[in-house]
């Protein structure tokens, strides 16, 4: 057996508040997804004016960096042709994603985690992710 | 051009803030999704110990009960062998749900949004989507 | 609550009605999709001619430009290897188009719906799809 | 942050032994998946001469049982039409199986696991699945 820790509803309303906080700071409405470390939804947050595109990248972005333990723009960098990684964004029918705004969450090391941004640039969208961990790591109890 | 009434996303919390609500006074934990009046999701929230499938068939059932504009228990009812509705559960690679727990969110008698819940007995379902719209109709603005 | 404006059936028509008018001029017989501003398909037409995949082809980029308010030939140009955005192609199990020939169709500065076409080449769908807008434009009430 | 138990490697291996040493003795061939509390896959085998289709249905089940908590043939009872738990069936693409054979294994009264057969009959199946749990839980450490 094996004993797992992974993020609550608290937690990821805890992200999400803080996502939300940086995209209202820089002006752009995000899709906000926050998934447990098995890459399945705890919760997720379409601010007004988010992409409906986004609603969807941005859960693959969350299972992403979840399932997979590692950051969405850190697959992208490489997944290049030639690169033996290429390839890996159409695994799981498109829904590994390899596009910047995704980052695993960590608590000693071990994932319990995952968030996924979109709606802006991926650097916006990162930018995003980043202070929900932080507002989470800020407030957690 | 049509002009359009949708939920915004300060409306879905009220709704899934009145359905968890429910979901508590019931000891049940649910999956809560709230949908545009287009079906496109806006906010969704997995109380601790709410089921895994329930995160897709919350979601259906929103999606549902907006885009087709009609309680998925309604469907249901409908949906018998025999009946010419019948077969419309695989309709959308499945995603059109008929399982009870699905409700229009209805402005005016035009319909603005769509709530589902699921991880109870349907008729657990029912009574916090019925909730979450109450509990939305008596504190919005 | 949210209002939104979105485009009717006869925006569509005459939408459809310049495309195909500039498809005849350069002799190509193209698909033309118009979605609303979520995307969803308000109407379709394969002129005479029109390639079969091109039915899916224009509805995904009429989606994707609407929904993603950017037009497909503007994530073309950011899809590229090593750029952050790269993946973004695969994502909605593909649906997501970055193929030139898909525009937003703005009012006011508000996405109000989005029109795609395929057959042609990139270029001779681009050009459709303005020739869609501008005649669009020209005749609405 | 929550705690969570699930099986490991190990569990499912015995799982696996003891649902194949009973299909052995009945002398059906059989495809056995066993997931983790999430519904994601820790061990399969397809015994020589199992089913190619059983080879994604022993996996559902699996999935099923685990991540919705409950027996496949449990669902399966509810999901008859006119009860409003039917179309369940269709969720998730069809990857909610509702067909006898997928059983939730339970420590302490929290699912931590699944196990789905497929190959003989629902019966044949619903008994190796038992048969694996039991021999897991005469095995484990």
């Not at 964004?89 to 705004?101: D, I, K, N, Y």
């Amino acid at each position: 057996m094996l004993s797992i820790q992974r993020l609550d509803l608290a937690d990821a309303g805890l992200m999400i508040e803080g996502a939300a906080a940086h995209a209202r700071e820089i002006g752009v409405p995000m899709c906000i997804a926050v998934t447990d470390e098995s890459g399945n939804l705890i919760a997720f947050e379409r601010m007004d004016g988010g992409k409906v595109t986004s609603i969807t990248v941005a859960q693959d972005k969350a299972f992403t960096a979840a399932a997979a333990r590692k950051a969405t723009h850190e697959y992208n960098q490489a997944c290049t042709p030639g690169n033996l990684v290429f390839g890996i964004h159409t695994a799981l029918g498109g829904r590994l994603s390899v596009v910047g705004g995704g980052l695993p969450v960590l608590v000693e090391g071990a994932v319990v985690g995952g968030i996924g941004i979109s709606s802006g640039t991926p650097q916006q969208d990162m930018a995003c992710a980043q202070a929900g961990i932080e507002h989470w790591r800020r407030h957690q109890g």
